[in-house]
């Protein structure tokens, strides 16, 4: 396992509370000075290193490199005085891309590469609702980070950095455009490292975007999500024999660094609450299940990940595609029906064409609290074209993803579907180990025709009684059924 100091790395930041990891702290001189003085602005030791921060080798080299060029760059100007004789050295860098990705831990890490302090600016420590005021500003934060010799980082920078307004017409406009003057001046002489972040570089005016060296940060990779996770866990914390790789994989699908620190605290919170001497994978899952939830309140609409991968599906709904029959359309209706759209996953409904569906099928099957396995007449003994049965295989969708449920401690409801000398529970010697755990479960029977109009409402019933988050959504749906759960007799009833 790769363990990192990442939680533990810098004692005197961790200091200000865990919301300092993402902005440094205001100094009292910041934060107190007189609203017609100019602002002090204090360099800090940056926060993280390169061997913290997960990024494509190819990306972190080009930024390496870049960077110690320009810092020697920066002295043959400065110190050898190349600056006199009018050559113009560039400087500043742009990162950006979607929210949590490294983007902030890469400007620190590229002060730390270089031996340099980083001053970091947020808009409101350099906003003034005084004309003349914020200029002033921006002018002291360049003579500070010179002074010093520290990076100059602005964070939010599409604040700064987007087009001028051509028609200024309230005071707040006049202060942007002159803060921006003043930016695009001191860019143009400036000879210390600047750079930028944001989420959103497609507002930035063409002038600054012409003098700006620009990194893209793309969201994790598989590989990348799961370095990140191994990173984050720091020496002391305990985890279960069950946390592996393979078992944590699925979880980290489609989350972006800072999702991946949420879900280790998450997970870690409810084993202390628990009681648990270590963190399980349930703990895990039912973390990245909350993580779920609330992902698309919290990313940028702009940036929000395809519509199979939302993450809002609380009902996955697993049958074998030579088993579709009659049933399995008018249940996934049903469902939907009652409990929202958002809320239903079936792969052959949700995802769209070019999606990628393995890991897509994975992550939901692990994320869904409910998994209705749909057992049909040819579940157990369907077979492959060279004659072996199909859920003996470990590439069985149907075997894997019931697995996956399972592992992650959500409710897996055995769904029978058929006339009763059709269908029955599988015997515990019939199924292949990963999946045996379901066969204890308590199963529904969908008879064909008027037994299913009796049975589903039932279904509906039994799930908004399992799930809270489920009984909420059918009430917001205002549809309400007559609540008793109909219980499939098993072989030896
Ligand atoms: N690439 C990464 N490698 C390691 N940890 C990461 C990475 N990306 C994010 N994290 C984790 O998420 C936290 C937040 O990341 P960071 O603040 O750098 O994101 P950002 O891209 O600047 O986001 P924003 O656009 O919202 O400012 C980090 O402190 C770290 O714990
Ligand atoms: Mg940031």
């Not at 984050?232 to 078992?247: F, W």
């Not at 994989?249 to 998450?266: E, F």
């Not at 399992?466 to 007799?489: H, K, M």
Request: proline share 8%.
């Amino acid at each position: 396992m790769l363990v990192d100091k990442l939680m533990t790395r810098k004692p005197s930041t961790l200091a200000h509370g865990p919301g300092s990891y993402d902005s440094l702290p205001v100094n009292e001189t910041e934060a107190s000075s007189a609203a017609h003085e100019p602002r002090h602005f204090t360099p800090h030791a940056p926060l993280y290193a390169f061997d913290l921060v997960v990024l494509p080798a190819a990306l972190k080299n080009r930024i390496v490199t870049t960077a110690t060029l320009l810092d020697r760059g920066n002295t043959v100007f400065d110190d050898w005085r190349l600056s006199e004789i009018g050559a113009d050295q560039f400087a500043a860098f742009n990162f950006y891309g979607p929210p949590g990705i490294g983007k902030t831990m890469a400007a620190h890490a590229v002060a730390d590469l270089l031996g340099r302090p980083i001053i970091q600016v947020r808009p409101g420590l350099i906003e003034s609702p005084y004309i003349g005021e914020t200029p002033k500003n921006i002018d002291s934060l360049f003579r500070a980070a010179e002074r010093e010799g520290a990076i100059l980082f602005f964070d939010e920078a599409d604040v700064w950095l987007s087009r001028r307004i051509e028609s200024p017409e309230t005071v707040a406009d006049h202060v942007l455009n002159s803060a921006r003057a003043e930016l695009l001046m001191w860019l143009d002489g400036y000879h210390g490292l600047v750079i930028f972040a944001t989420n959103s570089v497609s507002s930035y005016d063409p002038a600054f975007l012409r003098r700006l060296i620009p990194f893209e940060f793309m969201p994790p990779t598989e590989a990348e999500r799961i370095e990140i996770f191994w990173r984050h866990i720091p020496d002391p914390m305990p985890l279960a024999a069950d946390v592996t790789e393979e078992s944590i994989i699925p979880l980290l699908h489609g989350l972006m660094g800072r999702d991946i620190r949420r879900l280790i605290i998450d997970a870690a919170m409810n084993a202390v609450l628990d009681g648990s001497p270590a963190v399980s994978h349930t703990h895990f899952a039912s973390a990245a299940n909350g993580i779920a939830k609330s992902l698309p309140m919290t990313h940028d609409a702009q940036e929000q990940p395809p519509m199979a991968d939302r993450r809002s599906h609380l009902i996955f709904i697993s049958y074998r595609g030579s088993d579709q029959n009659w049933a399995t359309e008018p249940v996934y209706a049903r469902m939907t029906e009652a409990f929202g759209a958002d809320t239903v996953f079936k792969a052959g409904n949700a995802l769209r064409a070019g999606e990628e569906f393995p890991a897509i099928v994975k992550r939901e099957a692990a994320s869904c609290p409910v998994m209705l396995a749909c057992i049909g007449p040819e579940w157990l003994t369907a077979t492959a074209p060279d004659g072996s049965r199909r859920l003996d295989s470990p590439a069985d969708w149907v075997q894997e993803e019931i697995a996956i449920s399972l592992q992650a401690g959500n409710h897996v409801v055995p769904l029978l579907i058929g006339n009763r000398n059709e269908v029955a529970l599988p015997k515990p010697d019939q199924v292949p180990e990963s999946i045996r755990a379901m066969v204890y479960r308590q199963a529904l029977w969908l008879a064909p025709g008027r037994g299913l109009d009796a049975t589903i409402p039932m279904l509906v019933d039994c799930l908004a009684e399992l799930v809270p988050e489920l009984a909420e959504r059918r009430r917001a749906r205002s549809t309400t059924q007559p609540a008793s759960v109909a219980q499939a007799p098993r072989d030896e009833d």
